[in-house]
């Protein structure tokens, strides 16, 4: 929380406030609002105060910024920044926050809250859902294994398709379909 007073340098003073809040669970990562109120001098538009409030969002397929602003001359801005990657390949369609020009299609078909895990050159990425999509630097190459979540309470028999080697350049999105 911030209180604090302004004036400029035709004698006008604003009076501000601010505040800001921290989030360690879910996807809202931060809010925060401020505002600004006339409190002695001449008025140059047509209303005393002005506000502005902001939040931003971290979720497994993007992550961004979202702020609303009412100035004093009563104009309202919307601001919206989001980063990710989209992939699409052979029909299906891949979000992530990462922004990569590559990435690997895994199409696991899971029903429900079941979850698998792909280790891609030692690191492990948890994959939900009918597919998941996983953004990836180009010019490398990636040494691909589909296994159970050791946090799933689900066990599952990948009988084909364990085990891949994919080559990615910029654009291109590798399908793998265990």
């Keep these: 929380l911030s209180v604090g007073a ?6 006008a003073t604003q009076g501000n406030i601010s505040a800001r809040k921290q989030f360690e669970e879910g996807p809202i990562t931060s809010a925060g ?42 104009a309202t801005g919307l601001n919206f920044s989001s980063q990710g990657s989209v992939a699409w390949a052979g029909g299906d369609v891949g979000l992530s926050k ?4 590559s990435g690997i299609i ?15 050159n030692n690191r492990n990425y948890v994959l939900s859902g009918k597919s998941s999509f996983i953004a990836l630097p180009p010019y490398a190459q990636y040494r691909l294994e589909i296994m159970n979540d050791r946090h799933s309470e689900d066990s599952f028999d990948i009988v084909s398709g364990r085990k891949q080697a994919l080559t990615l350049y910029p654009g291109n999105v590798g399908m793998v379909a265990p």
Excluded: H
């Excluded at 302004?6 to 004698?11: A, E, I, N, P, V």
């Excluded at 990462?98 to 020009?101: G, I």
């Design 6 to 11: 302004s004036r400029d340098r035709y004698g």
């Design 33 to 74: 609002i401020a505002a600004s109120a006339r409190l002695k001098g001449a008025q140059s538009y047509g209303n005393d105060y002005s506000v502005n409030g902001n939040m931003s969002y971290d979720t497994q397929y993007n992550a961004g910024t979202v702020s609303v602003t009412r100035s004093a001359d009563n």
């Design 98 to 101: 990462e922004r990569q020009r």
């Design 106 to 120: 895994v199409k696991t078909g899971l029903a429900g809250d079941g979850k698998l895990a792909a280790k891609i």
